[in-house]
């Protein structure tokens, strides 16, 4: 018997061999595969099926047949002095058959590692065996095959909002890709690659994050191939970019602000934009035409002149057809006082003090009207189409202290836009006597509807039109978090309000005390100025601009990592990462004896801010997670900047 030395051995015979065992084609007397190895550094060994040589690049190794007496004809492959690390084993099918192959490993000590591995082939098929293969005693060579496919899911980072069971996006949407191949008894082979494609383009191999400029309806198909030649099934997502989450205000035909607003975000407009009065604007400006006065201000840039935006580029058409059809109005519950809350005209109805709770779900409404320190509360995604006038009159609070991107509002004009008949709006108890002073008299709000405050308050409205797109009115003292998109309406706030979320309309009156804030502007939309404003930056068009004092530094370097509630007692602890902005922030959470049990990548622009720092927050969901110890690793990166790495523990007691 040869001395033992350290080897990778496919089937023993003697110490070094690699041997296939009682393998036949049916009803013959020959071998219906043949074998190659192909080591770390790209060596090959055995059969070269390009064009049938055998070849024995692999330092000292064989290939050949062995033909014993009174026993079937087997192969051999012998690797003598075996390197550390990854060896592919290709079995490759000359005819049908069925075949058993016997592996064995022997590390620096003489230990012997064995693994018997069967199969049936066809003519001109390839399977794959990998062998992780160690010389160290204790540790184990793992031997494998990987006949299932990688999986892939796609990352989609914000702004984003969900509508109509629509998933929307905006221009500077992160979007990217997170695979992983399923280990199978002791490895796996890993990701080759991942490729995708967009709209039935052409396949392109995904290198890293990237976003969709062009407005509208996307297909995006994906899939995976792992270094074993298993191909993932395609999957799909429909992502609809929308220049919605942008923005706090769009009026494509005219914006005009005047008296005290203070809005946090960018503006635009096709045609003209107002800022009269003590107005701020935290964000740029777009539009046409820009007439600012001289106690105004915008910390952004001005761009006049701007590329036109697309008023309708979401296709109402087919959402209404949908929804009037079906929706979820028959969930709808009674008001706090008992009342059903949807009038005999199809109109959301909630007045007197009253209070009415919407669960997720898609509602159509022909109308809403809140009055009357009324509320309306909500829990969940919820989408209203509403093809009627929006009346939020007086002390009112809608989706308070909710995220505005869980409640949306569509207003179609395909159904109603028709004759009505249109009493005045008044809403008392709003202005105080300095306001009175500052904001009284009347005014012509566009072509179709007169204002007036009168010497005691009260806000008046009159239409000038019956026949008129549906009209929103925001009025009096008001809370709003919701984003509304009504590409034909005229949105007219009037009063001390409080709006968070978006406002997409074709005209907008903004008029008193107000506070709009867009969620989403944590910075500028770099993507979308170098994108639309390349062909019109020159000095006539491109003001000077401010940078607003105390906003968020957004360079990429570590602040601050913890976890909160910690330890998390039957609730959802969150994990929050200060680091700036970052093109990517991976989280891996394992247990305590180092499983990893769950990994989330978080991409686009931070979540939060929190004490004047951009942060990124992800809530671990731990309904399934059992109590104890758990180790979370974060690993945040940025192109050109050193990556950042931080390891801490969280507690969960369920």
């Given at each position: 018997?040869?001395?033992?030395?350290?080897?990778?051995?496919?089937?023993?015979?003697?110490?070094?061999?690699?041997?296939?065992?009682?393998?036949?084609?049916?009803?013959?007397?020959?071998?219906?595969?043949?074998?190659?190895?192909?080591?770390?550094?790209?060596?090959?060994?055995?059969?070269?099926?390009?064009?049938?040589?055998?070849?024995?690049?692999?330092?000292?190794?064989?290939?050949?047949?062995?033909?014993?007496?009174?026993?079937?004809?087997?192969?051999?492959?012998?690797?003598?002095?075996?390197?550390?690390?990854?060896?592919?084993?290709y079995v490759i099918g000359k005819d049908t058959g069925t075949y058993e192959i016997e592996i064995n490993a022997i590390n620096d000590t003489g230990d012997f590692y064995v693994k018997k591995i069967s199969g049936s082939i066809t003519q001109n098929e390839i399977k794959k065996i990998f062998i992780n293969y160690s010389p160290t005693p204790g540790e184990p060579t793992h031997i494998f095959e990987d006949n299932i496919p990688p999986i892939t899911e796609i990352e989609v980072g914000g702004p984003k909002?969900?509508?109509?069971?629509v998933n929307y996006i905006s221009k500077s949407t992160k979007i990217c890709f997170n695979s992983t191949d399923p280990i199978v008894v002791e490895g796996a082979s890993g990701v080759k690659y991942t490729e995708y494609r967009i709209d039935n383009s052409s396949w392109v191999v995904y290198t890293g994050t990237f976003t969709i400029f062009k407005e509208g309806q996307h297909i995006i198909e994906y899939r995976s191939i792992d270094n074993a030649s298993n191909v993932e099934e395609i999957r799909s997502?429909?992502?609809?970019?929308?220049?919605?989450?942008?923005?706090?205000?769009?009026?494509?035909?005219?914006?005009?602000?005047?008296?005290?607003?203070?809005?946090?975000?960018?503006?635009?407009?096709?045609?003209?934009?107002?800022?009269?009065?003590?107005?701020?604007?935290?964000?740029?400006?777009?539009?046409?035409?820009?007439?600012?006065?001289?106690?105004?201000?915008?910390?952004?840039?001005?761009?006049?002149?701007?590329?036109?935006?697309?008023?309708?580029?979401?296709?109402?058409?087919?959402?209404?057809?949908?929804?009037?059809?079906?929706?979820?109005?028959?969930?709808?519950?009674?008001?706090?006082?008992?009342?059903?809350?949807?009038?005999?005209?199809?109109?959301?109805?909630?007045?007197?003090?009253?209070?009415?709770?919407?669960?997720?779900?898609?509602?159509?409404?022909?109308?809403?009207?809140?009055?009357?320190?009324?509320?309306?509360?909500?829990?969940?995604?919820?989408?209203?189409?509403?093809?009627?006038?929006?009346?939020?009159?007086?002390?009112?609070?809608?989706?308070?202290?909710?995220?505005?991107?869980?409640?949306?509002?569509?207003?179609?004009?395909?159904?109603?836009?028709?004759?009505?008949?249109?009493?005045?709006?008044?809403?008392?108890?709003?202005?105080?006597?300095?306001?009175?002073?500052?904001?009284?008299?009347?005014?012509?709000?566009?072509?179709?509807?007169?204002?007036?405050?009168?010497?005691?308050?009260?806000?008046?409205?009159?239409?000038?039109?019956?026949?008129?797109?549906?009209?929103?009115?925001?009025?009096?003292?008001?809370?709003?978090?919701?984003?509304?998109?009504?590409?034909?309406?005229?949105?007219?706030?009037?009063?001390?309000?409080?709006?968070?979320?978006?406002?997409?309309?074709?005209?907008?009156?903004?008029?008193?005390?107000?506070?709009?804030?867009?969620?989403?502007?944590?910075?500028?939309?770099?993507?979308?100025?170098?994108?639309?404003?390349?062909?019109?930056?020159?000095?006539?068009?491109?003001?000077?601009?401010?940078?607003?004092?105390?906003?968020?530094?957004?360079?990429?370097?570590?602040?601050?990592?913890?976890?909160?509630?910690?330890?998390?007692?039957?609730?959802?602890?969150?994990?929050?990462?200060?680091?700036?902005?970052?093109?990517?922030?991976?989280?891996?959470?394992?247990?305590?004896?180092?499983?990893?049990?769950?990994?989330?990548?978080?991409?686009?622009?931070?979540?939060?801010?929190?004490?004047?720092?951009?942060?990124?927050?992800?809530?671990?969901?731990?309904?399934?997670?059992?109590?104890?110890?758990?180790?979370?690793?974060?690993?945040?990166?940025?192109?050109?900047?050193?990556?950042?790495?931080?390891?801490?523990?969280?507690?969960?007691?369920?």
């Open positions: 018997m040869k001395m033992i030395e350290k080897n990778l051995i496919l089937l023993v015979v003697l110490f070094t061999s690699l041997v296939i065992k009682n393998i036949y084609c049916e009803d013959k007397e020959q071998l219906c595969f043949e074998l190659l190895v192909i080591d770390t550094q790209g060596k090959r060994t055995g059969y070269d099926p390009s064009n049938g040589d055998i070849i024995e690049e692999i330092f000292e190794s064989s290939y050949g047949d062995e033909i014993p007496i009174d026993e079937p004809i087997y192969k051999w492959l012998h690797i003598p002095r075996p390197f550390r690390g990854g060896y592919t084993l909002f969900e509508a109509f069971g997502s429909v992502l609809f970019v929308t220049e919605l989450p942008n923005y706090a205000l769009v009026g494509t035909e005219k914006i005009n602000l005047s008296g005290k607003i203070d809005v946090e975000g960018s503006i635009r407009s096709n045609d003209k934009v107002y800022l009269i009065g003590d107005v701020v604007v935290g964000g740029d400006v777009y539009s046409k035409d820009v007439y600012i006065t001289k106690n105004s201000t915008v910390t952004g840039n001005v761009i006049k002149d701007a590329p036109k935006i697309n008023p309708y580029s979401i296709d109402l058409t087919q959402i209404v057809g949908k929804v009037i059809k079906e929706n979820d109005n028959n969930k709808i519950p009674l008001t706090q006082k008992g009342r059903k809350p949807i009038d005999k005209k199809g109109r959301l109805v909630i007045k007197d003090r009253d209070t009415l709770t919407l669960s997720s779900g898609i509602y159509y409404f022909d109308g809403i009207e809140i009055t009357g320190k009324s509320e309306l509360k909500t829990y969940g995604c919820v989408s209203i189409l509403c093809t009627g006038d929006i009346k939020i009159l007086g002390k009112i609070k809608v989706n308070q202290d909710k995220p505005s991107d869980k409640f949306v509002i569509f207003v179609s004009t395909y159904v109603s836009s028709t004759k009505r008949n249109f009493e005045d709006i008044v809403v008392e108890g709003v202005f105080g006597e300095e306001d009175i002073k500052e904001f009284e008299g009347h005014r012509d709000i566009g072509d179709d509807l007169e204002l007036n405050i009168d010497n005691k308050g009260k806000i008046h409205f009159k239409p000038k039109k019956a026949l008129r797109p549906p009209d929103i009115y925001i009025c009096g003292k008001t809370e709003f978090n919701g984003m509304i998109y009504a590409p034909k309406s005229k949105l007219t706030m009037v009063g001390i309000n409080n709006y968070v979320g978006n406002i997409f309309t074709d005209e907008i009156f903004v008029l008193g005390r107000v506070n709009i804030k867009n969620p989403n502007s944590i910075i500028v939309d770099s993507i979308s100025l170098q994108n639309e404003v390349t062909e019109t930056n020159n000095t006539n068009n491109m003001m000077s601009a401010k940078v607003l004092e105390g906003t968020p530094d957004p360079t990429f370097k570590l602040r601050d990592v913890y976890s909160y509630p910690n330890p998390a007692k039957q609730t959802n602890p969150k994990i929050h990462i200060e680091c700036g902005i970052a093109d990517k922030v991976e989280i891996k959470i394992y247990n305590i004896v180092g499983e990893l049990i769950h990994t989330k990548v978080l991409v686009g622009l931070p979540n939060v801010v929190y004490n004047n720092k951009y942060a990124y927050e992800y809530e671990w969901d731990v309904k399934d997670v059992s109590s104890g110890v758990y180790i979370y690793y974060i690993y945040a990166e940025k192109s050109g900047e050193k990556p950042i790495k931080v390891v801490k523990k969280l507690a969960i007691i369920m």
